[in-house]
């Protein structure tokens, strides 16, 4: 191929994401593409996203297929430039590790492709608009923008290839282009190590210049269990099929324990896979305790229903309501919006916030996500109701950015919906509490002395218990079933 040839690498989408699915592919090879177009649709564990072209020219490769996971720093589409000569097919390298160009070893390309995360991490510019870090930052990482946004090829020079005299001009101007390969062990790859008790030390990595890469911190976790296969050699058939089954199993493939045939093997990824790390996270973590108290919601019920009657489609929803006390609750006990954060070098502290993003769960086709209302503190019930249900819309559309379902400080959780009373709910890591309602449901109720049946909801906080003890968490559950239970005076009040 050409020596013009532009290698777009699949970017970081959100914060600290390291993978996505690629769904479909929304141009061709021998497309002509402009800056800026969506070139394929991708789902994170956040949400399903548009890539957009930070090149022009003529599709020359896609590299990957639908249903394919790809990496972070992994090539996604070649891009020939505008006005060069029509691609030529080039018969592959000699060796077995060149990539689909043909000028970059699988060595090297992960090499490139690990030195783009770490890079990516540590701020040194070479992303553009919307991905990754500014250039020359030394603080943490910034949040992608909305709109169109595009990433300049950082590994490209990183490859051992001369530079062509005549290189492409980037998408947007003011970035650069790394010089050389770092030897730095990506700041992921040292967290998988540290999570899993790997030792750095005792890996030989499989990078350029000996860099450790993350399948060597994979091969070391995964090396304790391959032992194991000897002592049972009588299930050495069935386990030998289970790596080719994929989602649909062959038959014949039997459970080692249980001796039933295995119906199905579905991978976890996408939300469910995020999902399954933030609460694993949160139980190993946190020590939460839960308190919770039956709340009579006559009074609310019928206060809505007033309103309702004078303004039938400008009535905010019950959750609109609970959503606004919530937050008054939480400027009363703020110790309920932190963040528990424990430095490299152990240090604690609590991270207290200046605002509420109220963060509300979702369920969508996609599995449970949770989007929340940034500043919801500055919001009347009526705001608050139209902003839960943009936000579920575009959740549910599986639209939602990173920025939107990432950037919670508290959750506000209504399984009632799903007609039970409680749940001992898991937090939303890496929040410190959760609020969860009930469904409402008609009970007998001592109302001045006299029996009568009411509205009654049960509410359940989760807690985490390093953040405030018992009474704080009693103090908020308590203000919040008052407001519900007198609605109208609590809302004068706000």
Request: overall charge negative; hydrophobic content about 45%; proline content about 7%.
């Amino acid at each position: 191929m050409s020596s013009e040839m532009q290698v777009f690498r699949l970017p970081d989408l959100g914060e600290g994401l390291t993978e996505a699915e690629l769904v479909n592919w929304l141009v061709a090879v021998g497309d002509q593409i402009k800056v800026d177009q969506p070139i394929a649709e991708v789902e994170t564990a956040k949400s399903m996203v548009e890539v957009p072209s930070p090149y022009a020219g003529t599709v020359a490769e896609l590299h990957g297929h639908a249903g394919e996971t790809l990496d972070v720093g992994k090539p996604l589409i070649s891009i020939a430039p505008v006005g060069a000569a029509p691609v030529e097919p080039k018969a592959p390298a000699a060796t077995d590790d060149a990539v689909s160009t043909g000028v970059v070893t699988d060595a090297e390309a992960s090499a490139a492709a690990e030195t783009y995360r770490t890079e990516e991490k540590a701020g040194s510019g070479n992303v553009l608009i919307g991905y990754g870090t500014p250039g020359g930052a030394t603080g943490g990482r910034t949040r992608p923008r909305k709109g169109s946004v595009a990433v300049v090829d950082a590994a490209l020079a990183a490859a051992p290839v001369a530079a062509p005299e005549a290189p492409m001009e980037p998408a947007v101007a003011g970035t650069r282009i790394p010089g050389k390969l770092s030897a730095v062990i990506s700041p992921l790859v040292r967290k998988m190590a540290r999570d899993h008790g790997v030792s750095l030390d005792a890996i030989n990595g499989s990078g350029a210049s000996g860099l450790i890469m993350r399948r060597d911190v994979e091969a070391a976790i995964s090396a304790p269990e391959a032992p194991a296969a000897p002592s049972a050699p009588a299930q050495a058939p069935a386990e030998a099929a289970a790596p080719d089954a994929g989602p649909a199993v062959a038959s014949g493939d039997l459970d080692g324990r249980t001796g039933l045939a295995v119906s199905a093997r579905t991978p976890v990824r996408g939300v469910r896979k995020a999902v399954a790390a933030n609460m694993t996270k949160s139980r190993t973590e946190i020590p939460e305790a839960t308190v919770w108290v039956d709340v009579d919601a006559t009074a609310l019920l019928d206060m809505r229903a007033e309103l309702k009657k004078r303004a039938p489609h400008d009535t905010p929803g019950l959750l609109a309501f609970i959503a606004r006390f919530v937050t008054a609750g939480l400027k009363k006990y703020p110790a309920l919006n932190t963040r528990f954060e424990t430095g490299a070098d152990g240090s604690q502290e609590i991270v207290g916030f200046d605002g509420i993003n109220l963060g509300f769960a979702a369920q969508t086709d996609r599995g449970l996500v949770v989007p929340s209302v940034r500043n919801a503190h500055q919001l009347s019930a009526r705001e608050l109701d139209a902003e839960i249900r943009r936000l579920t819309a575009v959740a549910r559309e599986g639209k939602a950015t990173p920025t939107e379902l990432g950037s919670g400080t508290f959750t506000l959780n209504n399984y009632g919906v799903f007609g039970v009373d409680g749940s001992a709910a898991i937090i939303n890591y890496p929040e410190v509490a959760m609020l969860g309602v009930g469904r409402i449901i008609d009970k007998p109720w001592v109302v001045n002395g006299e029996l009568a049946v009411r509205k009654v909801t049960e509410l359940t906080l989760a807690f985490d218990h390093r953040v405030c003890d018992g009474e704080t968490a009693a103090g908020f559950l308590r203000y919040v079933a008052d407001c519900i239970e007198n609605p109208g005076g609590a809302l004068a009040d706000m």
